[in-house]
């Protein structure tokens, strides 16, 4: 059975990647500066860029979520994480 790699990524993908890197550093960087906020808090801003960024570009969720260090995906739009979810 033949294996299916991933097409290269486009360039607006790169920036896209990049920009979510960025995103992270200066959010955080932010949340420092101002010594206010919970993680909860930085966490639901990455969550958000995140939602915003894979609507425009679905094929780097994962490059994306990377990006972010985002920890767990999150349902209920970011209010229960998967890592706490019961079934």
């Known amino acids: 059975m033949p294996k299916f790699d991933k097409p290269p990524l486009t360039d ?4 896209a990647i990049e920009g979510a890197s960025n995103y992270r550093i200066n ?3 932010d949340f420092m500066d101002k010594g206010e ?3 909860d808090d ?5 969550q958000d860029y995140f939602n915003r ?11 994306l ?3 972010l260090k985002l920890p767990a995906k999150y ?3 970011g209010a229960v994480p998967r890592s ?3 079934y």
Not at 12 to 15: F, G, L, Q, V
Not at 42 to 46: G, L, R, V
Not at 53 to 63: A, C, V
């Open 27 to 29: 959010l955080q960087e």
């Open 84 to 86: 706490t979810r019961r």
């Open 65 to 67: 979520r990377e990006a």
């Open 42 to 46: 930085f966490t639901k801003q990455k």
């Open 53 to 63: 960024m894979s609507d425009q570009h679905p094929n780097i969720e994962k490059e």
């Open 75 to 77: 349902y209920a739009g």
């Open 12 to 15: 607006d993908e790169i920036y």
């Open 37 to 39: 906020g919970s993680v």
